[in-house]
């Protein structure tokens, strides 16, 4: 097993172990460089559910810095929820597209857009999708409804946002330019009415995101407890998935594919990164671990090569050690360096 001392292998690799506390890294900071959805920032962004806030750094942490921009909030001390172009209610992800700054404010039911990255506190947000306006947050569905967002992925100018609640993905063939503009594709439901939750070739159970590894969309489908392959980006909805991780078919949904812990199976796999498209790194939060696929799978069902937070493939182990992980919820990679953060606290 190999240990999350800092270096694991030529990888620099992000774990972050609370749900509600995410991070993108982007960009050129001095020697280190974060690259994430193919696009480089000289920005650290956080995201606080619980703090209901963003917080922007301008070059990469080093101790115990502070933040240098907060969003979300009017100053760095408040926590409050709100429902403006200002305010946030419960953020879960932040990207950039290395212009615009995107986040998925999770209980307001909307992504906010801000058309250049923030420099002020507090900063409004330019555009809004899921509402048609700043100052609405409904639970909606159809092409231009959201139901509490979560992950958002940019990829080949396109904008992808996971719809939790109403278990599907929503794409934009262009990067939107107005308030509430309606997605173009929609995978995980048979029609953009759709809202219900199943196990199918087409069907999600509340998924928590998604990834792109330059030719191949992922999709962590958490509550079916699998990992679906589209070997190219869809182009219409209800566009059925290629490959399934996790299940021995793709009608197959429960934990550890129906057995005890093991290398195909997964229980919750709430994150996925790929590593320049030639590795690919689950986080299986349940079992406590972190897999890793030696080459980018070609095939459904096809079992992990090796773990990170376990002495073997069929340990599942809770704990606190250099060794181990404690339900795991996070990770990025920048293809470049490797090392895993696990932040104080959690």
Same mark, same amino acid.
């Given at each position: 097993m190999a240990y999350p001392d800092f270096v694991l292998e030529k990888f620099r690799i992000f774990l972050f172990l609370s749900f509600y506390s995410l991070a993108v890294f982007q960009a050129s900071c001095g020697a280190i460089k974060y690259n994430v959805n193919g696009i480089k920032s000289p920005y650290f962004v956080v995201t606080e559910f619980s703090n209901n806030r963003v917080l922007i750094f301008q070059s990469f942490p080093v101790g115990n810095q502070s933040a240098d921009i907060v969003l979300g909030q009017s100053t760095m001390t408040t926590s409050g929820t709100g429902l403006s172009a200002s305010t946030l209610n419960g953020p879960i992800s932040a990207v950039s597209d290395g212009q615009r700054l995107y986040v998925s404010d999770f209980s307001n039911n909307r992504v906010l857009i801000? #058309? !250049? &990255? *923030? /420099?002020?506190?507090g900063q409004p947000a330019d555009l809004v999708l899921g509402q *048609? #306006?700043?100052?609405t947050g409904t639970i909606g569905g159809g092409s231009q409804g959201l139901q509490t967002p979560v992950g958002i /992925? &940019?990829?080949? #100018?396109?904008? =992808?946002? /996971?719809?939790y609640e109403n278990s599907r993905v929503l794409i934009?063939?262009?990067l939107p330019t107005q308030n509430q503009q309606p997605a173009d594709v929609v995978v995980g439901q048979t029609t953009m009415a759709g809202v219900a939750s199943a196990g199918t070739r087409v069907r999600f159970n509340h998924p928590t995101g998604t990834a792109f590894d330059g030719q191949r969309l992922y999709v962590r489908d958490r509550l079916n407890n699998r990992i679906l392959i589209w070997n190219s980006l869809p182009t219409v909805s209800q566009q059925a998935a290629d490959l399934v991780l996790g299940q021995s078919n793709f009608s197959s949904i429960t934990a550890n594919a129906g057995t005890t812990v093991n290398a195909l199976g997964f229980d919750n796999p709430i994150a996925l990164t790929s590593v320049d498209g030639k590795r690919l790194m689950a986080v299986d939060a349940n079992n406590n671990r972190l897999l890793i696929w030696n080459s980018i799978p070609s095939q459904s069902s096809q079992s992990a090569d090796a773990v990170i937070g376990q002495v073997n493939l069929t340990s599942k182990v809770a704990g606190t050690t250099a060794?181990? =992980? !404690?339900?795991p919820t996070e990770i990025y990679s920048n293809g470049l360096e490797s090392g895993v953060w696990r932040p104080s606290g959690y």
């Amino acid at each position: 097993m190999a240990y999350p001392d800092f270096v694991l292998e030529k990888f620099r690799i992000f774990l972050f172990l609370s749900f509600y506390s995410l991070a993108v890294f982007q960009a050129s900071c001095g020697a280190i460089k974060y690259n994430v959805n193919g696009i480089k920032s000289p920005y650290f962004v956080v995201t606080e559910f619980s703090n209901n806030r963003v917080l922007i750094f301008q070059s990469f942490p080093v101790g115990n810095q502070s933040a240098d921009i907060v969003l979300g909030q009017s100053t760095m001390t408040t926590s409050g929820t709100g429902l403006s172009a200002s305010t946030l209610n419960g953020p879960i992800s932040a990207v950039s597209d290395g212009q615009r700054l995107y986040v998925s404010d999770f209980s307001n039911n909307r992504v906010l857009i801000w #058309n !250049s &990255i *923030p /420099t002020q506190n507090g900063q409004p947000a330019d555009l809004v999708l899921g509402q *048609p #306006n700043m100052t609405t947050g409904t639970i909606g569905g159809g092409s231009q409804g959201l139901q509490t967002p979560v992950g958002i /992925t &940019i990829a080949q #100018n396109k904008l =992808f946002v /996971t719809d939790y609640e109403n278990s599907r993905v929503l794409i934009w063939n262009s990067l939107p330019t107005q308030n509430q503009q309606p997605a173009d594709v929609v995978v995980g439901q048979t029609t953009m009415a759709g809202v219900a939750s199943a196990g199918t070739r087409v069907r999600f159970n509340h998924p928590t995101g998604t990834a792109f590894d330059g030719q191949r969309l992922y999709v962590r489908d958490r509550l079916n407890n699998r990992i679906l392959i589209w070997n190219s980006l869809p182009t219409v909805s209800q566009q059925a998935a290629d490959l399934v991780l996790g299940q021995s078919n793709f009608s197959s949904i429960t934990a550890n594919a129906g057995t005890t812990v093991n290398a195909l199976g997964f229980d919750n796999p709430i994150a996925l990164t790929s590593v320049d498209g030639k590795r690919l790194m689950a986080v299986d939060a349940n079992n406590n671990r972190l897999l890793i696929w030696n080459s980018i799978p070609s095939q459904s069902s096809q079992s992990a090569d090796a773990v990170i937070g376990q002495v073997n493939l069929t340990s599942k182990v809770a704990g606190t050690t250099a060794q181990n =992980f !404690s339900v795991p919820t996070e990770i990025y990679s920048n293809g470049l360096e490797s090392g895993v953060w696990r932040p104080s606290g959690y």
